[in-house]
């Protein structure tokens, strides 16, 4: 079991219950086929054995089998002419699947995403907020707590950990799978009839001076466990390609659509929750940037670090700059100024009569400078704004990492409804009956009941669900007959027809569907249809709104329950 954990299997094969299912479906693929090259490298070790057999006979026995020394055992010679017949890939091929299938797997070992417990751990910072939402647990409510989630989320918005994480494996998956195409690819030629030696690593077959011919029989299995071993390679490079192509944080490709919902999601205000750079060619620069960062500057930047560490050299205190506050420095210049003018008026009072005339002459051409002083010091007071930090492109935090990985698992409805529950966002549970849209089809006594519209979330809803055909709503009327089901229209399939009886009350209870599950329960709704409609047609027309026949009481009953105007 510890073998299996350091893998990270029980993780792979979504058994970890307790921190998602992390991987995708094409981390479950690569895994598979990392199994696949070990299969195929035992098997064909297995068939071909430690040691490549070969066979040799006289030269002679070529042209004619009527030689006498073509019946005789050859197996010694065989022996000796090993060395001299086999190509480096007929003696190595069974053991280069071999060692490339530990490659493959053994990444897995290495605690780069996978097994590494900074990944976990965010994971399951994560999973604490998603299970206490979902179940809707009385904690949820206490405003400590909400603080203690908005810390969590502002962690997993700010850091781009888990991305470089996956990024990084990926990519020396990626790596590793290209060798090994290329090496084996260049083997899997040197088995073929075509002529083709890219290295010049095949031999003519002949041995002792052209004495003896000699014949490998298993370089017909190798070239056919060669060309299944390739494109196992290819599928699995393009699985690691795609896997780091997401990592790129591209909206909408790849597989990350929360970074378009994301981007659609405003605040009260209007200001965008989120700040989302959309513009494919700018993400690619940015991440270009950090990239090269990484590799050329990040290492000098360490470099440094470390010789100051080892100098043990610290910043001293004149180094140390103390940011003090506007008020405590405005305060301070209006008490020099004023300590200034005090000394200058003491000076002059203090001053002889014969240097009066002088001074006053003094004073009289420093007036001007002095009335100009002021208005100087005035413009330097002028207040400066603060200059502010853009805040960075989110594209690569943990936050959006963990719910589009988390897409491949979990319906991606329930994904935007938990959006809702973190952020200042209407839900879908202000989806109310609209009585100005509803009306009863008095020709057909049928009442057409349509619901308000919930905002930005249902919008993200109905595009997430475009091909399956939107959100639905699913209901019924209770009535003095029992149970009535609804029918749909063709102007607007959300809107629900019923075939009411004029003079009876009905309660109608609905909910919120999308693939087939309840994705919110909406309030339930009672009214009264009027036992003569002859006033509203005069005013309505056929199609009387809900509004025109709800009495004032009731409406003054049930405004409680969700009735908008």
């Not at 057409?448 to 209901?475: F, N, R, W, Y």
């Amino acid at each position: 079991m510890a073998f299996l954990d350091i893998l990270n299997i029980p993780g792979l094969l979504g058994t970890d219950l307790h921190s998602f299912k992390r991987a995708n479906i094409y981390d479950k693929i690569d895994l598979g086929l990392a199994g696949v090259v070990g299969i195929i490298g035992v098997v064909v070790l297995i068939l071909n054995g430690f040691s490549t057999p070969i066979t040799c006979v006289p030269t002679s026995c070529e042209s004619t089998n009527t030689n006498p020394n073509c019946a005789l055992d050859w197996t010694y010679q065989s022996g000796l002419c090993k060395g001299e017949v086999q190509s480096f890939p007929d003696a190595s091929f069974h053991y280069l699947l071999v060692i490339f299938a530990l490659l493959l797997v053994g990444l897995l070992t290495v605690p780069i995403y996978w097994g590494s417990n900074a990944s976990k751990e965010l994971f399951d910072n994560f999973y604490y907020i998603w299970a206490k939402l979902k179940n809707g647990d009385e904690e949820c409510k206490d405003v400590e707590w909400k603080r203690r989630m908005h810390f969590v989320l502002d962690q997993l918005k700010s850091g781009n950990s888990l991305t470089t994480r996956y990024a990084l494996y990926h990519g020396v998956a990626l790596v590793l799978d290209l060798v090994a195409l290329v090496v084996v690819g260049l083997y899997t030629l040197n088995f073929t009839d075509l002529g083709l030696d890219p290295l010049g690593l095949a031999t003519d077959g002949s041995c002792s001076n052209g004495a003896f011919t000699c014949n490998i029989p298993n370089r017909n299995l190798f070239k056919w466990f060669g060309v299944l071993t390739s494109l196992v390679l290819v599928g699995k490079a393009i699985v690691n390609l795609k896997c780091l192509l997401f990592s790129l944080g591209l909206p909408g490709l790849f597989g990350r659509n929360f970074l378009i919902y994301a981007n659609q999601l405003n605040d009260n205000s209007g200001e965008g929750i989120y700040n989302i750079q959309t513009n494919p060619i700018m993400v690619l620069l940015q991440t270009l940037l950090v990239v090269l960062k990484l590799i050329f500057i990040a290492p000098i930047q360490w470099l440094v670090a470390f010789c100051k560490f080892y100098a043990r050299k610290t910043d001293g205190p004149k180094e140390i700059i103390k940011r003090l506050s506007a008020t405590n420095i405005r305060a301070e210049q209006k008490e020099t100024k004023k300590v200034e003018k005090e000394a200058k008026a003491l000076e002059t009072e203090a001053s002889g009569d014969d240097d009066a005339a002088v001074k006053k002459g003094d004073a009289k051409k420093e007036k001007p400078k002095e009335i100009e002083k002021p208005k100087e010091e005035e413009k330097k007071e002028e207040p400066v704004s603060t200059p502010l930090i853009a805040r960075p492109a989110q594209n690569w935090s943990d936050l959006f990492f963990i719910i589009d990985i988390l897409s491949y698992n979990i319906d991606p409805c329930d994904l935007i409804l938990f959006m809702t529950k973190i952020n200042p966002v209407p839900g879908l549970e202000n989806k109310k009956v609209s009585v100005d849209i509803s009306y009863l089809d008095t020709a057909t006594t049928t009442m057409v009941v349509s619901h308000t519209d919930a905002g930005v979330i249902e919008g993200l809803l109905d595009t997430e669900l475009a091909t399956e055909g939107g959100l639905q709503i699913v209901g019924w009327l209770e009535g003095p007959t029992g149970i009535m089901w609804s029918q749909k229209t063709q102007d607007n399939p959300k809107n629900l027809a019923f075939a009411v009886s004029l003079g009876s009350t009905y309660e109608l209870v609905s909910a919120v569907y999308g693939r087939g599950r309840m994705l919110a329960r909406l309030q339930n709704f009672t009214f009264q249809c009027p036992q003569d409609t002859k006033k509203q047609i005069k005013k309505y027309g056929n199609n009387v709104p809900l509004s025109a026949f709800i009495s004032q009481s009731l409406f003054q009953k049930f405004s409680s329950e969700g009735v908008t105007a």
